[in-house]
């Protein structure tokens, strides 16, 4: 199965992630499992750069579901250009995209993948209104 982003996605940050020496599994190319990793760092630092972390009330972001699809495979060494979009703002969620493609190569996607993000409230454990803040930047 395969997911696809959708056309009506805004971008809302770059960053590089250098891929590392203990990133590689023995196959001799980059685990599955760190390909998560890459997202969640890039969804991470956006998150933290747009202020959107938990709140003096105890609300915040958890992530709900993942994907990734695997283009092709990264070896170290090299550096990647991560691309976050988001989509599909709801009442408490919305959707973010990830694109993973080497700084040698541009254009070319190694990856793509994302995450449904809800907002809750951490100790009831119950989904919230996106603060104000969040919803204007993705729509």
């Not at 599909?88 to 993973?100: A, H, Q």
């Not at 993000?117 to 104000?132: G, M, Q, R």
Request: with cysteine; net charge negative.
């Amino acid at each position: 199965m395969r997911f696809d982003l959708p056309d009506e996605k805004t971008l809302v940050y770059e960053m590089v992630i250098p891929m590392r020496w203990g990133d590689m599994d023995a196959m001799g190319h980059v685990n599955n499992t760190i390909y998560f990793r890459y997202m969640e760092t890039v969804r991470l630092e956006w998150l933290f750069t747009v202020g959107g972390t938990k709140d003096e009330h105890g609300n915040g972001p958890v992530i709900v579901n993942a994907f990734c699809n695997f283009i092709q495979q990264l070896k170290y060494p090299g550096d990647l250009l991560a691309k976050h979009y988001v989509a599909n703002p709801g009442r408490s969620s919305f959707d973010t995209y990830i694109t993973l493609a080497r700084i040698d190569a541009p254009g070319l996607i190694c990856a793509s993948g994302g995450a449904k993000t809800v907002w809750v409230n951490y100790a009831a454990e119950k989904s919230v209104p996106l603060p104000e803040s969040v919803r204007a930047l993705i729509g």
